[in-house]
C-alpha cells in the first residue's frame, strides 16, 4: 500500500497554524495593553459626601505633587486632614481603586472614633485630583501627601501609620521604602501585577505576562527592604485578590510583622466588620507604637 504525502500541503498547513498562532498572540497581546489601560484605575471625579456629613470637623486640602518630566511640572491633589487624639499617631490613608476619597468616609469615622487624625488624598484624576492616574503617579502622590503631613502638619516620620488598601497597599509599600515612618497597615493587598495577572489570566506563561505587563506594582521586592513594623490584613472570601497573594506579600515582608484573617469580600471587610477590624488595628498600633 503506497501513501502518497503532500509536502506542499503540509507545509502550507503548518504556515497557516502559525499565522493563526501569530494573530492570537497579537490580538492577545493588544487586550491585554487595552486591558491594562481600561481597568486597572476607576477613579470617580463627583465627590459624593464629606467628613461633615457623618459629623466630622475636617480641613480641605490641596497641596502639589510631582509629574515627572511633563511639561506642566506638577498636579494639584486634593484631601482631607480630621484632627483626633493630639497626642495619637496620624494614619495616611491609600485607598483602594475605584471611586474616590468621598467613598471611604465609613473608615475614617471608625479611625476617628478610635482616636487617630487621618489624611486621606485622593490620588491623580480622582476626585478633584488633577492629572490621569498611572503607576509611578500614584506612587509620587503618597509621597507629596507623606510630605505635606511632615512640613504642614509637622507630623513627625515616627508619628505616621502608612495605611494602604486594595491597589493602595501599591503605593503604601513603596512611601514605606523609600520614607521613614512608623508603622505599615496592608489591607487587601497582592504582591506584584504578574501575580494578579497569573489569577485573572491562569492559562497564560506568567514570564510572558510579567515581560509585556507595562505596570510591575512590585510590591513582593520593596517589602522586603522595609523594617517597620507591619500588619497586613486579607480576607478568604476576597473574590478580587486571592488571599494566596496576601500570604505571599506577609511571607516576604521582614519581622516585626503581623497577619489578621478578615472577614468578607474584597469590598466589605472592614466596612462590614468594623469591631473586628478596629480591634485588630488599634491592638497593633498600641504594640509597637511610641505613643
Known amino acids: 500500500m503506497c501513501i ?41 471625579r463627583k465627590i459624593s ?17 510631582s509629574l515627572g518630566s511633563g511639561p506642566q511640572g506638577k498636579v ?86 502608612i495605611y494602604g488598601e486594595s491597589i493602595g497597599t501599591q503605593a503604601a509599600v513603596d512611601l514605606a521604602s523609600r520614607a521613614p515612618a512608623g508603622l505599615l497597615v496592608l489591607y487587601s493587598g497582592f504582591s506584584s501585577a504578574a501575580d494578579m495577572g497569573k489569577a485573572i489570566f491562569p492559562w497564560f506563561p506568567e514570564f510572558l505576562l510579567r515581560a509585556l505587563s507595562s505596570v510591575k506594582f512590585d510590591s513582593l521586592s520593596k517589602i522586603k527592604q522595609i523594617s517597620i513594623p507591619k500588619l497586613i490584613i486579607h480576607s478568604r472570601e476576597d473574590e478580587m485578590v486571592p488571599f494566596r497573594l496576601g500570604e505571599k506579600l506577609f511571607a516576604a515582608a521582614k519581622a516585626p510583622k503581623e497577619f489578621l484573617i478578615m472577614r468578607g469580600g474584597h469590598n466589605e471587610g472592614a466596612y462590614a466588620y468594623q469591631e473586628e477590624f478596629i480591634r485588630a488595628f488599634t491592638a497593633f498600633v498600641n504594640k509597637y507604637s511610641r505613643k
Open 4 to 44: 502518497k504525502i503532500d509536502i506542499k500541503k503540509i507545509m502550507g498547513m503548518q504556515i497557516n497554524l502559525g499565522i493563526a498562532i501569530c494573530l492570537l498572540f497579537a490580538a492577545f497581546l493588544f487586550y491585554l495593553k487595552n486591558f491594562e489601560k481600561n481597568n486597572i484605575f476607576y477613579p470617580s
Open 49 to 65: 459626601a464629606t467628613p461633615k456629613d457623618a459629623g466630622l470637623d475636617y480641613e480641605d486640602v490641596s497641596f502639589s505633587a
Open 76 to 161: 494639584t491633589l486634593n484631601g482631607w486632614f480630621i484632627q483626633g487624639k493630639s497626642q495619637a499617631p496620624v494614619i495616611l490613608f491609600c485607598h483602594g481603586n475605584a471611586g474616590n476619597i468621598s467613598h471611604r468616609i465609613p473608615l475614617l469615622e471608625l479611625f476617628h472614633q478610635a482616636g487617630f487624625s487621618v489624611f486621606i488624598f485622593d490620588y491623580r484624576g480622582y476626585g478633584r485630583s488633577t492629572g490621569r492616574p498611572s503607576e509611578q503617579g500614584i506612587y509620587d502622590d503618597a509621597f507629596a501627601a507623606y510630605q505635606y503631613l511632615l512640613k504642614e502638619k509637622y507630623v513627625s516620620p515616627g508619628d505616621v501609620i
